[in-house]
Every structure is written in structure tokens, then in C-alpha cells.
Nanobody
Framework: QVQLVESGGGLVQAGGSLRLSCAAS????????MGWFRQGPGKERDIVAA????????YHADYVKGRFTISRDNARNTVYLQMNSLKPEDTAVYFC???????????????WGQGTQVTVPS
């Protein structure tokens, strides 16, 4: 069982930065690959980034590549999403989740946080 709590969202001007954190409870956290997803107004929930359990491999969606960076600290049971050069289209609720690598890419495996709102005014 893993419980996830996101933090770090807020309102930031275009071009600014935020760092999201996802704190996990449970001794098995370090055995899970983790991902960040986002859901904008009226849109589907899409994957943003993923990281393997060891942190030695990452994935970033094309629309955030070069601007966002996922990382993790297994000693702190925490996953991070550093977001730079934010744009209005990045406005969304951001969720962290445990993920699995499937044939069609990274998919959620059932554990979700409650989400944190990121707003970038246009």
C-alpha cells in the first residue's frame, strides 16, 4: 500500500518555475516506478513524466521536454517535478502516481495522489 501526497502547486507567471513534490508513505515506495500526470480544464489526464524505481531512467513527454525534469529521492520517499519556463498551457491539476511500463508506454498502476493545482495566467 502506498499513499501519495502532492504539494508545491500555485500561481506563477509565464516563464516562471515551480517544483512539485510527491511524498509517499509505505516501505515499498522505492520498488515503484513513479510518474506525474496532469489534467487541464476539459481535457483528459495525460502523462507528463516518469522515472524508474532506481531513478536511472526517465521519460518526459514531448510537450515538456527541456522544461520539466522528474527526479526522486528514495531516502526521503519523495518524487519531484521541476517545472521551468512555464506556459499558460501548462495550467492543470498535477497528479503523481505509481506507474508501470506497458506496451503503450507508462500507465498508472492504481496509486494516485489527490493532485495539486498549477495555474499560469495568459
Amino acid at each position: 500500500q502506498v499513499q501519495l501526497v502532492e504539494s508545491g502547486g500555485g500561481l506563477v507567471q509565464a516563464g516562471g518555475s515551480l517544483r512539485l513534490s510527491c511524498a509517499a508513505s509505505g516501505r515499498t515506495f522505492r520498488s515503484y516506478a513513479m510518474g506525474w500526470f496532469r489534467q487541464g480544464p476539459g481535457k483528459e489526464r495525460d502523462i507528463v513524466a516518469a522515472i524508474t524505481w532506481s531513478g536511472d531512467s526517465t521519460y518526459h513527454a514531448d510537450y515538456v521536454k527541456g522544461r520539466f525534469t522528474i527526479s526522486r529521492d528514495n531516502a526521503r520517499n519523495t518524487v519531484y517535478l521541476q517545472m521551468n519556463s512555464l506556459k499558460p498551457e501548462d495550467t492543470a491539476v498535477y497528479f503523481c502516481a505509481a506507474v508501470l511500463k506497458g506496451l503503450r508506454g507508462w500507465v498508472p498502476s492504481g496509486y494516485w495522489g489527490q493532485g495539486t493545482q498549477v495555474t499560469v495566467p495568459s
